[in-house]
């Protein structure tokens, strides 16, 4: 494939960046309206987005430099490689600095957490698959020997050296398969959004989806460095999932659980004719026609 995008003069592009780059820029944006559909002020979720950039690229990055510190302070200028460096772990190291600098910047800022969370559940989704694109192209998270046609083979020696992705050999593109699983959910999450009845559904579902798609993918991937729980029967990544799976499925019971018993009165009163319930109004003339 092809970990370098293309050349500006001595200066490379890496594919990898340039994809996931790509995905920031249509999630930021696509944030911006999956918000003002959800009931949002889209200001403060644009802020949010950039605050758990960032957070996530120094998170990951910290993490590097502290396993490899002794390396570094023998050869400083390996630092500026870091950034070609890709592993699980730091991918984990990310998404838990993202997400806890969101939750705190939501809390300053009084944003509601479900609402929040279901605005950018479709945009997160949509993030993750053109970064799984750019795995493809840099061989990143490759996949096993294959014999299936639409097997994958990498020849360019920056993918062994960046990636330790094997050179000359056919491999599942489980990278294409996540990114098409992740693509698949971001239509569906943005398709149910306008609809969904309590906050915190798609935030529910977005896990309950994310964590699927890595569990079956993980399927496909090589096992090297991404290590192993309960003797071999689950890798690193696919326990993550299983965590997100029943972390999505406790949301949705909880959201349930405290809309039983006031979801009617929440709806507007246009939804409410829609579905052939009484509006308050209604229900108030109703009551004092039986007290008279």
Aim: net charge positive; charged share 15%; with cysteine.
């Amino acid at each position: 494939m092809h970990p370098v995008l293309f050349h500006i003069g001595s200066i490379l592009i890496p594919a990898y960046g340039a994809l996931a780059a790509l995905g920031v820029l249509l999630a930021l944006f696509l944030a911006q309206r999956t918000a003002r559909i959800a009931g949002v002020d889209a200001g403060p979720v644009w802020n949010l987005c950039i605050v758990a950039l960032f957070a996530a690229l120094l998170g990951q990055r910290l993490l590097l430099v502290a396993l490899n510190w002794n390396d570094l302070l023998k050869h400083p200028s390996w630092v500026f490689g870091l950034g070609m460096v890709h592993h699980p772990l730091l991918g984990a190291a990310g998404a838990l600095a993202g997400a806890g600098s969101a939750l705190l910047y939501a809390r300053w800022k009084r944003l509601p957490l479900g609402t929040t969370a279901d605005a950018l559940a479709a945009p997160l989704a949509l993030g993750l698959a053109f970064e799984q694109l750019g795995a493809l192209l840099a061989g990143s998270g490759y996949g096993t020997e294959a014999t299936v046609r639409w097997a994958v083979t990498y020849t360019n020696p920056l993918a062994a050296r960046w990636s330790g992705t094997p050179l000359g050999i056919p491999l599942h593109p489980v990278q294409a398969y996540a990114a098409l699983a992740f693509l698949t959910l971001s239509i569906l999450l943005l398709a149910i959004l306008p609809g969904r009845r309590q906050e915190g559904d798609l935030a529910g579902l977005f896990l309950l989806g994310a964590g699927v798609s890595v569990f079956l993918t993980e399927l496909w991937r090589d096992p090297e460095g991404r290590g192993t729980l309960l003797g071999g029967a689950l890798d690193g990544p696919q326990a993550a999932a299983v965590l997100l799976v029943l972390a999505g499925g406790l949301v949705l019971r909880e959201r349930k659980t405290k809309g039983q018993g006031s979801r009617s009165p929440t709806l507007s009163p246009e939804r409410r004719r829609k579905d052939g319930a009484p509006t308050v109004e209604e229900s108030q003339a109703k009551n004092e026609a039986v007290n008279d």
